[in-house]
């Protein structure tokens, strides 16, 4: 008898030290919360124990399901409340139990008792497991939708849970994990909208000197959102004064379009400048655009702007960089022509006239097209030459006579056009962070006073010059060359050739190269200051830094305050469409083959 009343004093003793413990803890924990001190999920998923305390009610029932399909066994929910959460093991007649309370008036749970003993049949467990919910299980993989990384897909998902974790689903709950799972990573789209002020206040703190601008509509609706990094900014200053600006359709639930503007560094690689999520490309949202660029490039006569042949855009840039050239993406006009000039063997006769350098090369190919199709030539004509010509251009355009710039940035983005606004913003910050780091340690590394590629292309030109060409110093700055059926004129004084290319390229072409090693100079003496090393890793010496977690962001209450609802787009019914609708040029590609097989070629009536 005494034993017995010693054991149930000992059990009540317990009980209320353990009571009393959670809800001292949970005081504590209300004040500052440390990530450590809960149960964490699947670290924690082996031990369970009288007194373990969880963070809140979500965590503690993610980290039980976990344990459940860890472990092989099904249970259900008995009870759950507000306070309460009692659970059985699927079998009636098995001893499993647990039950968790709420510590005080706190959100955190702990386990006041728990029976780990299974005395149930083992042949009762299912494979497909009822803890395991597309929920349970989006929670799990969400890590692999964080950021820039590439989404994966519903039949790698089957694989991974059979291999891992033994469990099977089937392809329509794979989807639903990863759309759950995308959600816990990337947030809900509409509480986006609310967060972007927060997180464009993040910015400016990390990223001195950025640039962010939002619109709202009278009803505090979102219209348009601006951002360009600090660090981006002021590389553009060491950049040749030529952007590329495009727009690319975007998939997420409201819709819109990612509105972009980017250079080209020293060494030829894409260096974006700044981009806008807006409704739609229009003479508005284009307008407004291109507003806020001019915070960051100013208008002068030798910018030029290269974007395709858009109302909507032309329209804009009048309006804004009037001083500014824009000149026409001539792989988008080359894709109209083949539209309105189907079969058209002029076409590539367009395409070399509109890449030559000089002004007499151009007038003899122009001249073949006028005297073969006037209408084509007039087509062309209409469409304005110096538009589409790097002779004729008013301004220097250098190498870059597509939207090819722009046209990346999309490709790059392709899988996060489906983001919510700000995980989409982030995933730029993302990928510009990396691209600086690695860019700025490729340039560091680089021993040649020139950039890579840049020391490529004059390499091939220095080949052709040590073998065809012939030539005659003139004076001291200038030389006759001879040898590939013309004769060409070098100064270097002046850094220019009659071929024109020393002129545009601002780099020696084999000309120039041959006429440096005539008396012995090294040909990188005359490359611009634009395509030098130096200027190359100044571009990328600052960081793009990331915000940090949310949870440790300090926001003013001006901040805190606005209200940014999401926009007033009307979500249609059915799944999204992610695939744009091709154009009519893009229908006459070729398509692969399907290959024949044998029950083809059986099946297959015989001539």
């Known amino acids: 008898m005494f034993e017995v009343s010693f054991l149930f004093w000992q059990s009540r003793l317990t009980s209320r030290i353990i009571e009393?413990?959670?809800?001292?803890?949970?005081?504590?924990?209300?004040?500052?919360?440390?990530?450590?001190?809960?149960?964490?999920?699947?670290?924690?998923?082996?031990?369970?124990?009288?007194?373990?305390?969880?963070?809140?009610?979500?965590?503690?029932?993610?980290?039980?399901?976990?344990?459940?399909?860890?472990?092989?066994?099904?249970?259900?929910?008995?009870?759950?409340?507000l306070t309460r959460y009692v659970l059985h093991c699927i079998d009636e007649n098995c001893s499993w139990r647990l039950r968790a309370t709420r510590a005080g008036g706190s959100e955190s749970y702990a386990i006041r008792k728990y029976v780990s003993h299974h005395s149930c049949d083992s042949s009762l467990r299912n494979v497909s497991h009822r803890q395991a919910s597309a929920r349970t299980l989006g929670r799990l993989i969400s890590n692999h939708f964080e950021g820039g990384k590439l989404p994966l897909r519903p039949k790698q998902l089957i694989e991974i849970f059979r291999k891992d974790h033994g469990v099977g689903i089937n392809y329509s709950k794979a989807w639903r994990v990863q759309e759950h799972a995308a959600e816990l990573a990337r947030g809900l789209p509409d509480?986006?909208?609310?967060?972007?002020?927060?997180?464009?206040?993040?910015?400016?703190?990390?990223?001195?000197?950025?640039?962010?601008?939002?619109?709202?509509?009278?009803?505090?609706?979102?219209?348009?959102?601006?951002?360009?990094?600090?660090?981006?900014?002021?590389?553009y200053k060491l950049m040749r004064k030529v952007i590329s600006i495009?727009?690319?359709?975007?998939?997420?639930?409201?819709?819109?379009?990612?509105?972009?503007?980017?250079?080209?560094?020293?060494?030829?690689?894409?260096?974006?400048?700044?981009?806008?999520?807006v409704d739609s490309e229009n003479d508005a949202s284009w307008d407004w655009f291109l507003k806020c660029l001019l915070n960051i490039i100013p208008d002068e006569n030798d910018l030029v702007f290269v974007s395709e042949r858009a109302a909507s855009i032309a329209s804009g840039l009048s309006g804004n960089y009037p001083l500014a050239h824009h000149g026409l993406c001539t792989f988008h006009l080359q894709k109209n022509l083949e539209t309105h000039f189907r079969g058209s063997s002029l076409i590539p006769v367009y395409y070399a006239a509109s890449r030559v350098y000089t002004k007499t090369e151009f007038d003899s190919l122009f001249w073949e097209i006028t005297n073969s199709d006037k209408k084509l030539a007039q087509y062309l004509w209409e469409v304005h030459v110096r538009k589409w010509s790097r002779a004729y251009s008013p301004s220097n355009r250098y190498n870059i006579?597509?939207?090819n710039l722009a046209e990346s940035v999309n490709a790059l983005l392709k899988q996060n056009r489906e983001y919510p606004i700000v995980c989409l913003f982030e995933s730029i910050r993302s990928i510009m962070t990396r691209w600086f780091n690695e860019r700025r340690e490729e340039s560091s590394q680089h021993p040649s006073a020139v950039t890579i590629n840049v020391g490529k292309k004059m390499k091939a030109s220095y080949d052709t010059s040590t073998r065809w060409l012939e030539?005659?110093?003139?004076?001291?700055?200038?030389?006759?060359?001879?040898?590939?059926?013309?004769?060409?004129?070098?100064?270097?004084?002046?850094?220019?050739?009659?071929?024109?290319?020393?002129?545009?390229?601002?780099?020696?072409?084999?000309h120039g190269i041959a006429s440096a090693n005539h008396i012995n100079l090294n040909e990188n003496m005359f490359v611009d200051e634009f395509h030098s090393t130096y200027r190359w890793r100044q571009a990328y010496s600052e960081s793009i830094h990331p915000n940090g977690d949310m949870e440790y962001w300090e926001i003013p209450e001006t901040i805190s305050e606005v209200i940014c609802l999401p926009p007033s787009t009307r979500v249609p019914s059915g799944r999204r469409k992610k695939k744009r609708i091709p154009s009519v040029w893009e229908h006459g590609r070729s398509q692969p083959k399907p290959k024949l097989h044998k029950c083809n070629i059986s099946l297959s009536p015989k001539n």
Request: proline share 2%.
């Open 246 to 277: 495009d727009g690319a359709h975007l998939t997420s639930k409201f819709k819109g379009t990612l509105l972009g503007a980017s250079a080209q560094d020293g060494n030829f690689n894409l260096y974006p400048i700044a981009f806008a999520i």
């Open 191 to 235: 509480d986006s909208f609310e967060v972007l002020p927060r997180w464009f206040h993040r910015v400016q703190v990390t990223n001195p000197g950025s640039i962010t601008f939002f619109k709202k509509d009278s009803a505090n609706k979102f219209k348009y959102a601006f951002l360009a990094f600090g660090a981006s900014i002021r590389g």
């Open 471 to 510: 030539v005659c110093q003139v004076n001291q700055e200038e030389f006759e060359v001879k040898g590939d059926t013309k004769t060409h004129l070098v100064n270097l004084d002046k850094r220019t050739c009659t071929c024109c290319m020393f002129d545009i390229d601002k780099f020696p072409c084999a």
């Open 20 to 81: 009393a413990f959670v809800s001292e803890t949970s005081s504590i924990l209300d004040q500052q919360y440390s990530s450590y001190a809960f149960s964490t999920g699947l670290s924690d998923a082996d031990s369970l124990f009288i007194g373990k305390i969880f963070k809140d009610k979500d965590e503690m029932v993610f980290t039980l399901r976990m344990f459940a399909v860890k472990h092989n066994f099904e249970f259900h929910t008995v009870k759950s409340d």
């Open 401 to 403: 006579m597509t939207s």
